[in-house]
């Protein structure tokens, strides 16, 4: 295919990686095992696809852009395409009883929330994520409390599971150069022992806490889903900023308002 015919697209937040070392450097942190179940995610011209299918047996793609599943397609018979957008693909039709999935990819990075909330969605048939991000985002992917990249991602990141930020990317080794610096992270999925109510109910109560920030947790809470809920004998001083409460915390609150909304 022509590549003229085929330049990135910004509506598909699409920046192309061209540098191998680069692409070396992202396949040794995911590590991928001949059996393993992987998807990735926006393939584009194949150059991460490439190193993967020297390492795995089956390989399944999601990528949205029509102009490039020909040339995937020359790539390898033993390459899955899934011509679709991945917010709007069925991962659990790539369950395996014996292997969870394993994701990784060049995602966009205009979508990069609404992909990891997927994956969260989605997080007990998902083993781990690699993922190249925007720098800045992945600070806030794992933020530490104190720090203002601590925030609504990081909390329910570390509620399900453990991010590593493994290395910066310069802005110069994409095709065209984007605004910013990129890097990768890697999402290690875990098992929580909460039922799956309080879990949703966590990443709610978040988010209504962060709603007014550097407010008062009472005045976030009284603006959010929860204006009407009495939280008076929760155990939580509201008098405190969300950003002063750890996941613990939160945790409490989401059981106490389990345990409380009928009442």
Do not use: W
Request: proline content about 3%; overall charge positive; glycine content about 4%.
């Amino acid at each position: 295919m022509d590549r003229k015919n085929n330049k990135p697209l910004k509506k598909f937040g699409q920046n192309y990686l061209n540098d191998k070392n680069i692409l070396n450097k992202i396949i040794n942190e995911f590590n991928p095992q001949p059996n393993d179940n992987i998807i990735e995610i926006g393939p584009g011209r194949g150059g991460l696809t490439k190193l993967l299918l020297e390492k795995n047996n089956y390989l399944i793609v999601v990528e949205i852009d029509t102009r490039v599943i020909d040339k995937l397609h020359s790539l390898s018979p033993k390459l899955k395409i899934i011509n679709n957008d991945f917010l709007k693909t069925d991962l659990n039709s790539f369950c395996n009883e014996k292997r969870k999935i394993r994701i990784i990819g060049n995602i966009p990075y205009n979508i990069t929330s609404p992909i990891i909330f997927k994956l969260i969605d989605k997080h007990e048939i998902i083993s781990d994520a690699v993922f190249m991000v925007q720098q800045e985002v992945a600070k806030r992917m794992t933020g530490v409390k104190g720090t203002k990249d601590y925030g609504i991602f990081s909390i329910i990141l570390k509620y399900f599971c453990d991010v590593s930020f493994c290395f910066k990317v310069s802005r110069n080794v994409f095709q065209p150069k984007p605004n910013v610096d990129s890097a990768v992270v890697h999402l290690r999925f875990k098992t929580n022992k909460e039922d799956e109510i309080v879990q949703r109910t966590l990443i709610k109560v978040v988010k209504a806490s962060f709603g007014n920030r550097r407010k008062m947790l009472k005045n976030s809470l009284s603006n959010s889903i929860f204006k009407n809920f009495d939280f008076s004998n929760c155990g939580i001083n509201l008098s405190q900023r969300a950003e002063d409460l750890d996941i613990k915390d939160f945790i409490r609150l989401s059981k106490f308002i389990l345990k409380n909304q009928n009442a």
